[in-house]
């Protein structure tokens, strides 16, 4: 069972422009939630959290979204740059133990 | 100077073989992890360690067995490998057990038995 889900797998979007990543999570009781960013042969690297006390964090040209009743967040890139281009994971933390649970990821590509 | 280091990077080896990736972290942390990055790209937790406690063992077959000898080093023996255990394996470090300022990863160790 996927308990975070990033439905779309890939997304291009035009240089300059705003790209918005999504992801679903299905346990209410996720206390923090992160994004990643991944390039090819390298480590997952973090980018943003956000703890379920907030709705928004801002970091730069990266802003993370929290709807906790819809149990969304979402990632606004703007502007998108081509450097940007990379897999986005979200992720989540929950439980005693505070285990880190990712999605499958999302392909970002951003066009000159 | 690497943040969280791992090796070898890749590993080609034939199943029934016993094999060991090592990871080393310079950042102070005290808590180090293992994650598998299997072929549909799913990333997995496999193992976490704080301060060389074992505080995560997720449903692994116990062929692989962790150590971690100190608080900067969690080293990842594999026994008996099979096709199935071909993917790319990340280790990392966060600050404390809860993670909440993120984890720094290491580059991945690719691992593919034939």
């Known amino acids: 069972d996927q308990q975070v889900k990033q439905n779309s797998p890939s997304l291009s979007v035009q240089e300059g422009r705003i790209s918005i990543l999504n992801c679903d999570y299905t346990?209410?009781?996720?206390?923090?939630f992160l994004w990643y960013k991944k390039y090819p042969a390298e480590g997952p690297t973090f980018l943003i959290s956000i703890s379920s006390i907030k709705d928004k964090n801002e970091d730069g040209r990266f802003t993370v979204f929290l709807n906790k009743s819809a149990k969304h967040l979402s990632l606004h890139i703007v502007p998108s740059q081509p450097g940007d281009s990379a897999v986005y994971f979200c992720a989540v933390i929950g439980g005693s133990n505070y285990k880190l649970t990712f999605g499958k990821g999302t392909l970002l590509t951003v066009n000159p | 100077d690497t943040a969280v280091s791992q090796t070898p990077k890749y590993l080609v080896t034939q199943m029934g073989n016993d094999k060991s990736i090592k990871c080393e972290q310079n950042l102070g942390h005290d808590t180090m992890y293992w994650y598998k990055q299997d072929s549909k790209k799913f990333l997995k937790i496999m193992f976490s360690y704080n301060n060389k406690e074992l505080i995560i063992n997720e449903t692994v077959p116990n062929r692989f067995s962790p150590k971690s000898p100190d608080k900067a080093h969690l080293n990842l023996h594999i026994n008996s490998l099979e096709l199935g255990d071909s993917a790319v394996y990340f280790c990392?470090?966060?600050?404390?057990?809860?993670?909440?300022?993120?984890?720094?990863f290491g580059s991945g160790t690719r691992l593919t038995v034939v």
């Open positions: 346990n209410s009781m996720f206390d923090y």
């Open positions: 990392a470090s966060s600050l404390d057990y809860r993670g909440l300022w993120g984890y720094t």
